[in-house]
């Protein structure tokens, strides 16, 4: 047996075995030593409070109370604080710069800590414990997990994920084997020494045996700690890689220069922020430079993207000097339809006043402004017509949906894209847009997601990173209520006072249809179709209600569009597709039925569409389920300050591995536990740079490009 040998050559199996290794993607040995145990079943060291030790490592349960949030008076670092008791005593407990933390419990709370007891002048406390919220006290329960007290300490068995045909017993036989044989000597370590020995980690063969069967726990958590800083070093190699590879390409230079894009912005009826200002000076850098650019810029929903988008496209609309260019192009990427007609429009309005031709190519059709007949407004065309212009360099910038990376669409001179809302797309979708043999575009993708930033750190380890992180002036924060079936009424009597001053409303449901009676009783998550009809019976009879949703064709959806921006629809009931990006600042009210089915990040998105102006706006969250996770999550919502703050109360809440790790984004559970370290992940990130710098092709570390070469095609979104 050596580490490349095929299990099923190795192990004699079933054919649901082999089936179900199949699924799990297991193939080779080292396959399956790669496979870690979730969790082991020993039992923790529950301690009584009054028995901490300073110094050590404890696990303590009790009743949380004083929670505040405060600030350091030299380090002006904020810290959550609280007091946690159980029968035996009390402790104070500190979380450093995670101020949120005193937001996400309520007085009276039970919680589980884990963490190490430290000591200030004498006086013991937790400092950075992990939080979760527990039902009860286990220490209230007659002391029954001290049972065992000849265990405590010794790890009985690890617990892996099973799958029909395959058992986590089976597993960890097949383990114990392959170690006791002595097979894992046969394998040799990716990871220098250096940076093991740097950063404390264990070697590969003792990770490997501590990860399958710790003699004690610390050794399962530090080969744990290994395998993520591991999977987080090879994302950011690989990441870190394609850019440096992307950067070897010529690029277009633009002279971008900050002085003329004052006429530009003279025009907007407001001033850009200083985080507007700032990013269009970041990127006009870039665009001045040999590189070809790869950013990201980050920004709250409502944070004003759009404006910095447009602010760069306009100088590469002021670009004439390049000799047999004469134009350079703008592509300019968007999800859905919806949007992209939005930004089309908005184009327009922007650059109606120049000499510039504006395309927008959708799955639905294509259209050109301005119109031969019309010069202020757009007019519809064939694709192929499109195209040509577009190839010829006649169109400046063209907006579009994935329809606009399609083969067909070939750019004469492409010297930028903008990827808004990149969180949809994968790099590869990006990558797309560039054809062999020409100059590379300047990419600058576009994102609100509130992810945390360790996350955005990892997946996003190719990009340089611009914080648009602050809100237009003026923008009050969203008034945001949990409403539960007693309070309906009162709320609908709020929205009407509102309304009454002339603004506009969505109503989120979770379905398009009702469900079938007969079939779907339990499903009661209410209809778009059906409530829009009982709104206008029942509630909002003065009011014009109107509905949209994703079956709709998209000529409907963009007339439906038009008439809520017009006015001319009072209360829009929609499916979640007016999620991103839809921009209507009279819209001030959003209702979101079910709110507990959609995810934080969903919820937040949703938000999002009612700041848009300086009105008062509010967003009332539906939910029938009494549950204490969906209260917690919406409680979250309501409190966060912004989308950062939120993703960092998401990961505190529901830990990493519910963020939807390898689904969303390709990273394992494992490594999504690292994401909650960050210094982890910056070292992991520190240590790729280091070495592409010392060697850029990893020709010297022929594993590491090995272990690259499988995770190449591997795109962390589709
Ligand atoms: P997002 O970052 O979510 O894409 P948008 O670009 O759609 O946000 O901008 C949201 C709204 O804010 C738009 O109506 C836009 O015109 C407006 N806006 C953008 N920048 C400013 C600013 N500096 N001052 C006032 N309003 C702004
Ligand atoms: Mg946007």
């Not at 400092?127 to 007290?149: Q, R, V, Y």
């Not at 398009?512 to 007969?518: V, Y």
């Amino acid at each position: 047996m050596t580490p490349e040998s095929l299990i099923v050559e190795t192990f004699r199996l079933s054919p649901l075995q082999k089936a179900a290794l199949a699924r799990l993607n297991l193939h080779t040995i080292l396959d399956l030593l790669y496979y870690f145990p979730t969790r082991y079943s020993s039992i923790s060291e529950i301690k009584n409070i009054s028995e901490l030790i300073i110094g050590e490592k404890a696990v303590i349960y009790g009743q949380i109370s004083n929670l505040k949030t405060a600030k350091g008076f030299k380090s002006k670092m904020t810290y959550a604080e609280a007091t946690i008791e159980d029968r035996t005593g009390k402790i104070k407990t500190i979380w450093f710069r995670q101020p949120y933390i005193a937001k996400m419990f309520g007085e009276g709370d039970l919680v589980k800590l884990s963490g190490t007891v430290s000591d200030k002048n004498g006086a013991k406390y937790l400092s950075n414990p992990e939080i979760e919220k527990t039902k009860d006290l286990p220490i209230d329960a007659g002391n029954s997990l001290f049972k065992n007290t000849d265990q405590i300490g010794a790890v009985s068995y690890p617990v892996y994920p099973e799958t029909q045909g395959i058992t986590s017993k089976w597993i960890y036989h097949a383990i114990d084997k392959i170690i006791k044989n002595g097979t894992i000597e046969a394998i040799v370590d990716p990871i220098p020494q250096e940076i093991l020995e740097k950063y404390h980690l264990p070697a590969l063969k003792t990770a490997l045996v501590w990860v399958h069967m710790p003699k004690e726990e610390s050794h399962g958590l530090i080969a744990r700690k290994r395998f993520a800083f591991e999977e987080i070093f090879f994302i950011q190699l690989l990441r870190q890689k394609a850019k440096k590879e992307y950067e070897k390409n010529k690029s277009f230079f633009v002279h971008a220069k900050e002085e003329d894009v004052n006429d530009f912005i003279s025009r907007f009826p407001f001033r850009p922020t200083d985080a507007q200002n700032k990013a269009i000076e970041d990127i006009y850098k870039d665009l001045r430079s040999e590189k070809p650019m790869l950013r990201l810029l980050e920004g709250d929903v409502g944070s004003g993207k759009t404006f910095v988008a447009a602010a760069i496209a306009y100088a590469l609309t002021q670009e004439r000097t390049q000799g047999e260019f004469t134009k350079l192009q703008t592509a300019y990427m968007a999800p859905t339809e919806i949007l992209a007609t939005q930004l089309f429009e908005n184009f327009i309005k922007y650059f109606s006043h120049l000499p510039v031709t504006i395309g927008l190519v959708t799955g639905s059709g294509c259209k050109k402004f301005p119109s031969k007949v019309d010069p202020t407004g757009w007019t519809n065309i064939s694709k192929t017509q499109l195209m040509k212009w577009v190839g010829g360099g006649e169109v400046d910038i063209l907006v579009g949906t994935h329809a606009i990376i399609q083969k067909s669409v070939n750019f004469k001179n492409l010297a930028f894209a903008i990827i808004d809302e990149q969180h949809r797309f994968g790099t590869a979708q990006r990558m797309k847009l560039v054809k062999k043999g020409q100059p590379v575009p300047h990419f600058l993708s576009m994102t609100a997601t509130p992810i945390p930033r360790t996350l955005a750190l990892t997946i996003y380890g190719d990009l340089d990173l611009t914080l648009l992180d602050a809100m237009p002036p003026g923008r009050k924060p969203v008034i945001t209520d949990i409403i539960y079936a007693k309070n309906r009424d009162q709320m609908y009597e709020d929205i009407r006072k509102e309304l009454k001053t002339g603004r506009q409303a969505y109503v989120i449901c979770p379905r398009i249809d009702e469900p079938d009676p007969e079939k779907e009783m339990a499903l009661q998550a209410k209809s778009v179709k059906e409530e829009a009809k009982r709104l206008k019976k029942n509630i909002f009879q003065e009011y014009e209600i109107d509905i949209l949703h994703g079956k709709m064709t998209p000529k409907e959806k963009e007339s439906i569009m038009a008439s809520f921006e017009k006015k001319e629809i009072d209360i829009l009931c929609a499916t979640s597709v007016v999620e991103v990006g839809v921009n209507v600042p009279n819209a001030t009210i959003i209702i979101i039925e079910g709110a507990e089915r959609f995810g934080l990040a969903q919820l937040h998105q949703l938000r999002g569409r009612v700041i848009r102006s300086n009105h008062q706006a509010y967003c009332y969250l539906l939910t029938e389920s009494f549950g204490q996770k969906t209260k917690d999550r919406l409680h979250a919502l309501k409190t966060a300050k912004n989308g950062f703050e939120l993703a960092e109360m998401d990961l505190a809440l529901r830990g990493a591995g519910e963020l939807g790790g390898k689904k969303q984004w390709g990273v394992s559970d494992l490594g999504m536990e690292a994401i909650k370290n960050l210094k982890m992940v910056e070292a992991a990130r520190f240590e790729a740079k280091e070495m592409l710098k010392k060697n850029p092709s990893l020709k010297k570390y022929p594993l590491i490009l090995a272990k690259l070469e499988g995770k190449e095609t591997v795109s962390h979104f589709e």
